[in-house]
């Protein structure tokens, strides 16, 4: 009975987490700049993680994602940068950029409309 307590208490712990995670990061302004895939990796007993770069006022930032089960579709992605916290950036999947597309010095404030468009 001890055990089936521990197991429960472990997964509330772990969902309310996640969500008070969530909810902290949707909070963050943000801006949008175009990031570069990388090398993917996967450590053991975890899940399949990629590096990216992108150039956020002129310096190049580093940061991956758990690709999960995204496919990769393009080399070149829209990347969301929280100003305050620019090393929790995330690769925006749904939104591939040609190679031809170049991003502002600070980035778009939103997702760009002619982007949305291709969705």
Do not use: C, H
Request: hydrophobic share 35%; no cysteine.
């Amino acid at each position: 009975m001890k055990l089936a307590l521990k197991i429960i208490f472990v997964l509330l712990f772990a969902y309310f987490g996640n969500q008070w995670y969530e909810d902290r990061y949707r909070s963050f302004e943000k801006n949008y700049v175009i990031g570069e895939l990388g090398a993917t990796y996967r450590m053991y007993g975890q899940g399949t993680s990629i590096d990216f770069n992108f150039k956020y006022y002129g310096k190049l930032k580093t940061a991956s994602n758990y690709l999960g089960t995204n496919e990769i579709k393009s080399n070149k992605y829209l990347i969301e940068v929280p100003i305050k916290d620019i090393e929790k950036s995330r690769i925006l999947w749904d939104y591939p950029v040609p190679d031809t597309l170049k991003a502002p010095y600070e980035g778009w404030d939103e997702i760009p409309e002619f982007l949305k468009n291709n969705e």
